[in-house]
């Protein structure tokens, strides 16, 4: 009897919150519309004639992770490394890694070959973000399932042999944090430097702060300024971030 | 009720956030209220994506090799909908794994997971 009533309850309160969230939307505005200043990130984001204001992204959405909304993407990124952070406190001092039999012959030997497939998907999908659909962040997640693979296949003892354990790994995620945090901070010594004006995490030039990373490499091909390589070190940061994560929350009881 | 079709998918977003609210605040299974929480911040970034799109002839946000930017503005769906929903996704993941840490130590300190036999030990 008393389910019953919490069934009844609980149905009446979901119809209810569901009526008051879409009399709240109600003032949205319907598909199709796009906000003007969506429309300028899509004018401007890859406009050769007006480059004031472009990030030499044909992504616009790359474009406005680390160029016109730089700063946003600078504070999600120390969320993760807080939210790690504060898994890494609950665990940490646990995690000895053993190596124990792991999954048969054939699913061992076809991780070992597919690891570095995926890696190498990783690397291709942070790094081409800037004209195609990807960045550091789901880079980072492809090269974590790559680790995650070889510790389900192979166990987790069998890191250490990759040169990887979870000390390693806080390691490289600091060093992709410490790459991000450099190419953020090389406008300001520039500025320091030269006395012109440049700020924080600029990417390219503006009329007022000549400072920028070069939006073309030698070899002719599209850059986006800082976009690379500061995707580089999210997709470190992130991937190391989730291989930790995965190593601390799966330890066992008789691991701890 | 509605001035376009096009509201109407929000309709499916309250609906969903709603089911994810009654589970936060209404479930006794701290498990069950982690999926609910993250699943709640997938029906707001259903939310940002759908006041993104364009209906008709919509290209991604990505300009294609020797379009008119003009061209492209007016025909691109929202990339500022897209970049919100990245930057979600990243901040929903460490709300997860520190919520998943939090639930595994409560296990072990009191052995369920359940809020109401938790509520009972107290005592």
């Known amino acids: 009897m008393k389910d019953w009533r919490a069934s009844i309850l609980g149905v009446f309160f979901i119809v209810l919150m569901s009526s008051i969230l879409t009399y709240a939307f109600l003032g949205y505005p319907g598909i199709g519309f796009v906000r003007p200043l969506g429309e300028f990130y899509l004018f401007n984001t890859y406009n050769f004639e007006n480059q004031s204001w472009w990030s030499a992204s044909p992504n616009a959405v790359t474009g406005l992770l680390w160029d016109y909304r730089g700063y946003d993407t600078l504070y999600e990124t120390m969320v993760f490394y807080v939210g790690i952070a504060a898994v890494a406190m609950f665990f940490e001092g646990h995690a000895k890694l053993r190596k124990t039999g792991g999954m048969t012959v054939i699913v061992r030997s076809s991780a070992r070959l597919i690891f570095v497939f995926i890696i190498t998907s990783a690397f291709a999908i942070t790094i081409f973000s800037i004209k195609t659909p990807g960045g550091g962040f789901q880079g980072g997640s492809i090269m974590a399932i790559a680790y995650i693979a070889i510790i389900v296949s192979l166990s987790r003892g069998f890191l250490p042999e990759m040169d990887l354990d979870v000390e390693k790994a806080h390691l490289a995620k600091i060093a992709g944090l410490a790459l991000i945090a450099g190419l953020t901070i090389v406008p300001v010594v520039y500025s320091l430097a030269s006395g012109s004006a440049a700020y924080a995490l600029q990417n390219l030039p503006k009329a007022w702060a000549p400072f920028g990373y070069p939006t073309f490499l030698g070899f002719a091909s599209l850059s986006g300024g800082l976009i690379i390589p500061i995707q580089l070190g999210e997709m470190i940061h992130v991937g190391m971030g989730f291989t930790i994560m995965f190593l601390l929350l799966t330890l066992k009881d008789k691991e701890d | ?123």
């Open chain 2, 1 to 123: 009720m509605f001035s376009t079709v096009g509201q109407l998918p929000y309709v499916l977003v309250a609906i969903m956030a709603s089911i994810c609210i009654y589970a936060a605040l209404f479930k006794s299974n701290l498990f069950k209220k982690m999926l609910a929480i993250f699943l709640m911040t997938d029906a707001v970034n259903l939310l940002f994506i759908i006041q993104g799109y364009r209906l008709g002839n919509a290209i991604p946000p990505i300009i294609p090799p020797g379009m008119d930017p003009s061209e492209f503005a007016s025909i691109a769906v929202d990339p500022l909908a897209h970049y919100f929903v990245v930057t979600a996704v990243v901040i929903g993941l460490a709300e997860v794994a520190t919520l998943t840490a939090l639930i595994i130590y409560t296990y072990k300190h009191y052995g369920t997971i359940e809020t109401k036999k938790i509520k009972e030990l107290r005592g």
